[in-house]
């Protein structure tokens, strides 16, 4: 099963191909002691929020970068 914005922050936080993603768009996240709280969501849930606005702004291009992944 590939990643997507419908997968799991933890599933992606998994891969090293998914953490790269998510630093890519948001630096610093996967460092982010946060991210275990929130790793149940999944990332387009996560992206819902107003803080992951400046994130969201690019769910096209990171769903894409995440379906590209091998997992």
């Known amino acids: ?3 997507s914005l419908d997968s799991k922050i933890k ?3 998994r891969s090293e191909e998914g953490r790269a993603v998510m630093e890519k768009y948001a630096p ?4 982010d002691p946060r ?3 929130v790793g149940a969501l999944t990332y387009r849930k996560l992206l819902s ?3 992951s606005a400046e994130v969201a702004a ?3 291009e990171l769903d894409r970068d995440l ?3 091998s997992k």
Do not use: D, V
């Open 1 to 3: 099963m590939a990643l």
């Open 11 to 13: 599933e992606i936080m």
């Open 35 to 37: 991210m275990k709280l």
């Open 67 to 69: 379906r590209a992944c």
């Open 28 to 31: 610093g996240s996967t460092k």
């Open 49 to 51: 929020y107003p803080e």
């Open 58 to 60: 690019h769910a096209e």
